[in-house]
């Protein structure tokens, strides 16, 4: 096998490698609503307005933050986000968000980008 050959080949090899470790949408929007979930129950208005996109991110209120974060505090210490469903062709993700004492339904949609693009907690209350 010629060095030219030998080079093209190991380069696709490396392609393919690459791909299969790309996260998937499902994943992404995990990511993105559980950074943006950790920074709500941490009252970080920064932190929150970095995972959400540009219009949404102006939209959010500090009263907003602190209504939100004190309804998770009262269900106890986070514990994470749990899959629940997805809808690929409108990009919207539901996770549950555990806590202690109970749970919430996180909904978000992921833009192009990577950030959010909605983000919706149905609090049950």
């Given at each position: 096998?010629?060095?030219?050959?030998?080079?093209?080949?190991?380069?696709?090899?490396?392609?393919?490698?690459?791909?299969?470790?790309?996260?998937?949408?499902?994943?992404?929007?995990?990511?993105?609503?559980?950074?943006?979930?950790?920074?709500?129950?941490?009252?970080?208005?920064a932190e929150l307005r970095d995972a959400l996109d540009?219009?949404?991110?102006?939209?959010?209120?500090?009263?907003?933050?602190?209504?939100?974060?004190?309804?998770?505090?009262?269900?106890?210490?986070?514990?994470?986000?749990?899959?629940?469903?997805?809808?690929?062709?409108?990009?919207?993700?539901?996770?549950?968000?555990?806590?202690?004492?109970?749970?919430?339904?996180?909904?978000?949609k992921l833009d192009p980008s990577g950030k959010l693009?909605?983000?919706?907690?149905?609090?049950?209350?």
């Amino acid at each position: 096998m010629s060095g030219s050959r030998r080079t093209v080949g190991l380069v696709a090899i490396g392609a393919m490698l690459l791909a299969g470790c790309a996260p998937n949408p499902t994943d992404r929007a995990q990511h993105a609503a559980a950074s943006a979930t950790q920074a709500v129950y941490a009252d970080r208005l920064a932190e929150l307005r970095d995972a959400l996109d540009g219009p949404l991110a102006q939209r959010v209120t500090r009263a907003q933050l602190g209504l939100l974060s004190d309804r998770m505090h009262a269900l106890g210490a986070y514990d994470g986000l749990t899959y629940v469903i997805a809808d690929p062709t409108t990009h919207e993700y539901t996770f549950r968000a555990n806590f202690a004492r109970g749970a919430m339904n996180v909904v978000v949609k992921l833009d192009p980008s990577g950030k959010l693009g909605a983000y919706r907690i149905f609090t049950g209350s």
